[in-house]
C-alpha cells in the first residue's frame, strides 16, 4: 500500500488552524439578549456581526480598519504631480538651452531666445510651440524629449498598471509591442460586445500580450474588471483637477502619442465604460497630500479609494438585500490582510450554522425569524432572568409556596405525568420501585412515581394582551414587554403544560402571536391602542377552556384610542371617542362574566390612562400594578402563579 503523500507549506497568517470550532449556540445567546431588548431577529443578527464575538472582529472593527487606510490613501499626495514634472522637465530644458546661446553673440542666437522667452506661459501650450524648435544643446533636447517619453508612460500607466516602469527607455520596437498589444485588446472586445468571444481567443491573447497584465486575469471578465475600474480611477483624477490643469494635462497627453495610439486608447476608454457602466465614472476625490503623483500613481491612488469605498460599503451592510457574500475577500485581503478575511469568513460562518443548525429561519416572506427551538431557548434565558430578579428580592418563594395544592385528597394515587403538580405518594411510588427491581438496592425509574389523586387538576387558561404601539418604542418599553411575553410562555409550557396560553399583541388591531412572531416582531409604527379588540380575542380563547381558571394580564402604556366598527376596521382617535371608551369596557363586562379577573400593569402614570384603568379595576374587580418596566417580568410571572391557583388562594 502507498501512503498518501502531503505537502505542508507557511502558515500565512489568521486565526489559529487548530483552535476548536466557533459556538454557535454562544452565538444564539447574543443574538437573544438583542432579541429581548426589543429587537428584531434581524436586527440582532446584523449587530452580532457588526460587533462580533469571541474574539472575532467584527464588520465595524473592519470598516474602522478601511477608514484608516482611506485616510492614509488620501494623504498621499497630490493629483497634479505630472504636470510638475513636466514643468520641471520644461524650465531644465529652457535653462539648458540659454545657457548654450547666451555665449553666442550672432542674430540668430538672439532670435532664440527671444523666441524662448515669449513661449505661452501654459506649460502645454509651451510644450506644443518647442515641437519645431532647433535645440543648440543636446543636453535640454534631451530633458525635452524627455516629456513625451514621460507622457507615454504615464498614460500607458494610468490605464496598464505598471507600464510606467516597464516602457523605462523603451525602444521603438517596445512601443510598437503596446500598440499591437492595443489594437487585439480592442479587437477581442469588439468581439464580446457582437457575443463571438470564446475563451481560446483570451487565451490567445494572454499567451501573446501577458506580459503586460502582472495580474495574470484567467478570464476576459477579470481583465475587463481590472481596466475598467482603472479606467474609471483615470476618469476621477481628470474630474478632479482644476479646470486650467485639466485642459493642459489633456493637451500634454494628447500632443505625447501618435494618432494611431491615441485612437487606439480612446476606442478603449469606450468599450470598458460599455462594458461596466456600472463604475462610478467620474466624480471628485480631494488628495491632502504634499508630495505630487505622477498620473500612473496617482491613477493607483483613486483606484485605491475606490476599492475601499466599495469595501467599505459592503461591510457597512446596510443597503436592501445586504448580505454578507456581497464582501469580496481579495479586496479584504488587499486592503486588510489575510487575517481580516479569516473573521469575515468566520462571520460568515457563524451566520451559516445559525440557518443550518436549525436556529433561524425565514417566514413566506422573506423575513428572517427565530425557529421554535430557538425561542424556546430564549423563553427560558427569558425565565431564568425573572427568577433571578425574584430571587435577588426575596419573593421567589412567596409566589409559589403551595404550588401544586390541587384540591381536597381523595385517598387514591395515580401514575406520574409530566407537569403534575399534585404531590408524590412516596410510599406506593417506593412499593412500585421495589416490586420491580426486587431484592437489593432500591432505584427510582419514572415509571415508578405516583402522585396523591386529589378532586380536581388546577388548569389556567392564560391571556397575555401585550401593547405593540408606537409609543411602547418611544418610551422603551417595547424590550421589557417582549421579554416578558416570551419568559410567561416559557414558564406556562415548561412547568405548567396543561395550562393554555394565548399572546395577543394590540395596537390598531389585535393579533394572537406566535412565540416566533413574537421574537421576531418590532414594536407597531402605528396609531391606536385597539384594547376592546384584544380582550374580543382574549374572551374567545377563554371561551374554549370553561373549565380552567381564567388568567387575563394586560400590560400597556396608554389609554385605548381605537375600537373596531361594524364593519371590521379599526377607527382611531385622540383623545379616545366616548364610544371606544365604551365598547372597550362592554368587552370588559363579558371577560368579567367568564370569571376571569383582569389585572392591568401600567407602564406609564398619564392621569388619562390612570383613570381608564382604575375604572376598569373598579368594574372587574382587577387589580392595577405601576412595575419600573425593569420589573415587569418579576410582576407578572408573580401573578400568573397566583392567579392560576383560583381566587380561593389569594
Known amino acids: 500500500m502507498s501512503l498518501p503523500a502531503y505537502r505542508y507549506g507557511r502558515w500565512s497568517g489568521g486565526r489559529d488552524p487548530l483552535e476548536p470550532p466557533y459556538d454557535v449556540a454562544a452565538a444564539l445567546d447574543e443574538i437573544g439578549e438583542q432579541v429581548l431588548g426589543g429587537a428584531s431577529p434581524r436586527q440582532a443578527l446584523r449587530e452580532l456581526m ?48 540659454k545657457t548654450a546661446l547666451f555665449p553666442d553673440p550672432s542674430d540668430a542666437a538672439r532670435m532664440a531666445e527671444l523666441e524662448l522667452d515669449t513661449l505661452p506661459t501654459d506649460t502645454a501650450r509651451a510644450v506644443q510651440a518647442l515641437k519645431p524648435y532647433n535645440w543648440r544643446s543636446p543636453e535640454a533636447k534631451a ?56 475563451q481560446q481567443q483570451f487565451d490567445d491573447f494572454m499567451s501573446k500580450h501577458g506580459q503586460f497584465f502582472p495580474s495574470n486575469p484567467q478570464t476576459l471578465e477579470e481583465l475587463v474588471d481590472d481596466l475598467a475600474r482603472r479606467a474609471a480611477a483615470a476618469q476621477k483624477l481628470m474630474d478632479s483637477l482644476t479646470p486650467q490643469q485639466r485642459q493642459e494635462l489633456g493637451e500634454l497627453m494628447q500632443g505625447a502619442m501618435d494618432m494611431d495610439m491615441a485612437a487606439q486608447m480612446a476606442q478603449l476608454g469606450d468599450a470598458l465604460r460599455n462594458a461596466r457602466p456600472d463604475l462610478p465614472w467620474g466624480g471628485r476625490e480631494r488628495m491632502r497630500g504634499e508630495q505630487g503623483l505622477g498620473l500612473g500613481d496617482a491613477t493607483s491612488a483613486l483606484e485605491e479609494l475606490a476599492d475601499l469605498d466599495d469595501l467599505e460599503t459592503s461591510l457597512a451592510q446596510d443597503y436592501p438585500g445586504a448580505s454578507l457574500d456581497d464582501i469580496d475577500e481579495d479586496a479584504v485581503q488587499r486592503a486588510l490582510g489575510r487575517g481580516a478575511v479569516d473573521d ?260 406609564d402614570d398619564e392621569p388619562r390612562l390612570v383613570d381608564f384603568v382604575e375604572h376598569l379595576a373598579a368594574r372587574n374587580g382587577g387589580r392595577v400594578f405601576s412595575p419600573d418596566p425593569s420589573r415587569l417580568g418579576e410582576y407578572v410571572v408573580s401573578d400568573y402563579l397566583r392567579a392560576r391557583r383560583g381566587r380561593r388562594a389569594h
Not at 505598471?162 to 479587437?187: C, F, H, R, S, Y
Not at 395544592?405 to 395515580?414: K, L
Request: proline fraction near 4%; charged fraction near 30%.
Open 344 to 603: 469575515v469568513a468566520a462571520l460568515r460562518r457563524i451566520e451559516r450554522e445559525l440557518h443550518e443548525q436549525g436556529y433561524l429561519t425565514r417566514d413566506s416572506h422573506g423575513r428572517l425569524e427565530l425557529s421554535p427551538r430557538a425561542v424556546r431557548r430564549l423563553g427560558a434565558t427569558a425565565l431564568r432572568k425573572v427568577f433571578s430578579d425574584l430571587e435577588s428580592r426575596g419573593r421567589g418563594g412567596h409566589d409559589m409556596k403551595d404550588a401544586g395544592a390541587a384540591g381536597d385528597i381523595t385517598g387514591a394515587s395515580r401514575a406520574w405525568e409530566f407537569g403534575d403538580e399534585q404531590p408524590l405518594d412516596v410510599v406506593r411510588t417506593v412499593r412500585n420501585a421495589v416490586l420491580r427491581g426486587g431484592p437489593g438496592p432500591v432505584h427510582l425509574t419514572v415509571e415508578d412515581f405516583e402522585v396523591v389523586e386529589t378532586e380536581r387538576r388546577t388548569t389556567a387558561a392564560v391571556a397575555l394582551l401585550v401593547d405593540l404601539s408606537f409609543s411602547m418604542e418611544l418610551r422603551g418599553t417595547w424590550g421589557a414587554a417582549k421579554q416578558t411575553a416570551l419568559a410567561l410562555h416559557s414558564l406556562v409550557t415548561t412547568k405548567y403544560p396543561q395550562d393554555a396560553i394565548e399572546i395577543i399583541g394590540f395596537s390598531d388591531y389585535a393579533q394572537v402571536l406566535r412565540p416566533e412572531q413574537l421574537a421576531g416582531l418590532d414594536a407597531q409604527r402605528v396609531q391606536g391602542t385597539n384594547l376592546q379588540h384584544a380582550l374580543v380575542l382574549a374572551g374567545r380563547h377563554l371561551g374554549k377552556h370553561p373549565d380552567a381558571e381564567p388568567v387575563v394580564l394586560v400590560v400597556t402604556d396608554g389609554e385605548p384610542t381605537a375600537h373596531l366598527t361594524r364593519d371590521g376596521y379599526a377607527e382611531f382617535c385622540w383623545p379616545p371617542l366616548p364610544e371606544t371608551l365604551a365598547l372597550t369596557m362592554a368587552e370588559v363586562e363579558r371577560v368579567t362574566r367568564r370569571g376571569a379577573t383582569i389585572n392591568v400593569f401600567m407602564l
Open 143 to 198: 530633458a525635452y524629449d524627455q516629456i513625451d517619453e514621460l507622457l507615454r508612460r504615464e498614460v500607458l500607466d494610468s490605464q496598464f498598471k505598471g507600464m510606467k516602469d516597464a516602457l523605462e527607455n523603451a525602444t521603438p520596437e517596445d512601443m510598437q509591442a503596446v500598440k499591437d498589444m492595443l489594437a487585439d485588446l480592442n479587437a477581442m472586445l469588439e468581439s464580446d460586445a457582437r457575443g463571438e468571444h470564446t
Open 50 to 97: 457588526r460587533r462580533g464575538a469571541d474574539g472575532l472582529r467584527g464588520l465595524d472593527d473592519l470598516r474602522r480598519q478601511v477608514s484608516k487606510r482611506q485616510r492614509e490613501a488620501r494623504q498621499r499626495g497630490r493629483l497634479d504631480g505630472t504636470l510638475d514634472e513636466v514643468r520641471e522637465l520644461l524650465d531644465e530644458a529652457l535653462d539648458l538651452e
